[in-house]
T-cell receptor, first 116, second 115 residues
Framework: AQKVTQAQTEISVVEKEDVTLDCVYE???????LFWYKQPPSGELVFLIR??????QNEISGRYSWNFQKSTSSFNFTITASQVVDSAVYFC?????????????FGSGTQLTVLP | DTGVSQNPRHKITKRGQNVTFRCDPI?????LYWYRQTLGQGPEFLTY????????KSRLLSDRFSAERPKGSFSTLEIQRTEQGDSAMYLC?????????????FGSGTQLSVL
């Protein structure tokens, strides 16, 4: 069984602050994929990043960065110099490979509010 | 716009009525997924199609739920004899075939309210 835990239900920061969203996962698979999706108020989930279980290299994309640590089963997401437009619900998700649980298993999400 | 399209955006119905939602995926995507999302929770997997074949169904998909993808293009999700517990956002997503870990493209969802 797969499980994704996002312990932070809500986070509020002031614009330009850095913020880290935590994600911890459980899986029995040796090969798996981790994702982050953003859900703005419009409701449509927007893909942010995908990492496979063999690639632990951290990734940076503009103000976004991700820290994947297999040893602690964590895949944390940091937004640097947050902006009001970053306000949304952020979901961490996990999927398997053919022969395993193909579908995405989502965490319960973290509501991020960036105040001006 | 060539994204995933879902209709209607909102549906209000009385308990016991049947409802049907439609999803039009991205045209070149052969995989289509249905998810359900309740307030304050992440989306939960319901079912998955590869072309017209329904390959996987969640235990969440009771006998009152049925999904089809007759020609491997659009899909419909029908809920019969709706119950108040069915109130949720129903999300559709599509992806291109891969070896796992495909990026899913989501629609904006259909918000169902059962009175």
């Amino acid at each position: 069984a797969q499980k994704v835990t996002q312990a932070q239900t809500e986070i509020s920061v002031v614009e330009k602050e850095d913020v880290t969203l935590d994600c911890v996962y459980e899986t029995r698979d040796t090969t798996y994929y981790l994702f982050w999706y953003k859900q703005p108020p419009s409701g449509e989930l927007v893909f942010l990043i995908r990492r496979n279980s063999f690639d632990e290299q951290n990734e940076i994309s503009g103000r976004y960065s991700w820290n994947f640590q297999k040893s602690t089963s964590s895949f944390n997401f940091t937004i640097t110099a947050s902006q009001v437009v970053d306000s949304a619900v952020y979901f961490c998700a996990l999927s398997g490979v053919p022969g395993s649980a193909r579908q995405l298993t989502f965490g319960s999400g973290t509501q991020l509010t960036v105040l001006p | 716009d060539t994204g995933v399209s879902q209709n209607p955006r909102h549906k209000i119905t009385k308990r016991g009525q049947n409802v049907t939602f439609r999803c039009d995926p991205i045209s070149e995507h052969n995989r289509l997924y249905w998810y359900r999302q309740t307030l304050g929770q992440g989306p939960e997997f319901l079912t998955y199609f590869q072309n017209e074949a329904q390959l996987e169904k969640s235990r969440l998909l009771s006998d009152r739920f049925s999904a089809e993808r007759p020609k491997g293009s659009f899909s419909t999700l029908e809920i019969q004899r709706t119950e108040q517990g069915d109130s949720a956002m129903y999300l559709c997503a599509s992806s291109a075939q891969g070896q796992g870990g495909e990026k899913l493209f989501f629609g904006s969802g259909t918000q169902l309210s059962v009175l």
